[in-house]
């Protein structure tokens, strides 16, 4: 069964309220209710297609299955589902699998799995996940930061000082939002975390 056009209307469903609530100014570095239920919405969606044929991939043997657009709408609707920790764990073990057998990008797995480990309170393997720290852009903790290099080469990702500059560029730029708002997003991704089991 295709499932293009259903993970695409996620992604778009979400990219639609992201603009909705920029417009109107409602962005306010927080977890806004409106964008919880969508993401627990569209992580049920995900889940459904999921349970009934396994992780999304964008070709099989010539049948396209969910188009790689479609496979990078579910692994972003997954990078969302942060209320839903047993299912963000049970979609990393699925996209793990997938990028073992070369059915997805394996720099998915990676980010999903970094953004798992700073839910859990833990150091992420690949230096994904950024927040400004003392008032500059900088990857959360690292484990054994030594040889996060090597493991960003293995999962197609840049090397961490190349990724790092382009972030803090981008942070710079027209319209990028302010330390401010990363930091009230940190502090609601900390208390969310809390709420739904993530950690103690």
């Known amino acids: 069964m295709h499932f293009r056009h259903r993970l695409l209307a996620l992604r778009d469903a979400e990219l639609a309220l992201r603009a909705e609530l ?8 927080g977890y806004h209710p409106r964008l919880r239920r969508l993401h627990e919405a569209n992580a049920r ?34 990078m969302h589902a942060v209320s839903r920790p047993s299912f963000m764990r049970r979609c990393l073990g699925l996209l793990k699998a997938a990028a073992n057998r070369g059915e ?13 480990r700073i839910l859990e309170g833990r150091p992420q393997r690949f230096g994904t996940q950024l927040d400004w720290i003392g008032g500059v852009l ?5 484990e054994a ?14 090397p961490l000082a190349e990724t ?20 009230a ?3 609601a991704l900390t208390v969310l975390a809390r709420e739904v089991g993530w950690r103690e």
């Not at 920029?22 to 570095?29: I, V």
């Open 45 to 78: 969606e995900l889940e459904l297609i999921v349970d009934d044929d396994g992780w999304p991939i964008a070709d099989v043997d010539g049948d396209d299955i969910s188009g790689a657009d479609g496979a990078e709408a579910a692994w972003l609707v997954a």
């Open 104 to 116: 997805v990008p394996p720099r998915q797995a990676a980010l999903l799995e970094d953004r798992i």
């Open 145 to 158: 930061p030594g040889q996060v290099d090597a493991r960003r080469a293995a999962v197609g990702l840049s």
């Open 185 to 187: 997003g940190s502090r």
């Open 164 to 183: 790092v500059a382009t972030a803090r560029a981008a942070a710079q730029s027209d319209g990028a939002p302010p330390p401010e708002e990363w930091e």
């Open 22 to 29: 920029a417009q109107s100014g409602e962005t306010d570095g």
């Open 138 to 142: 900088s990857p959360l903790p690292i």
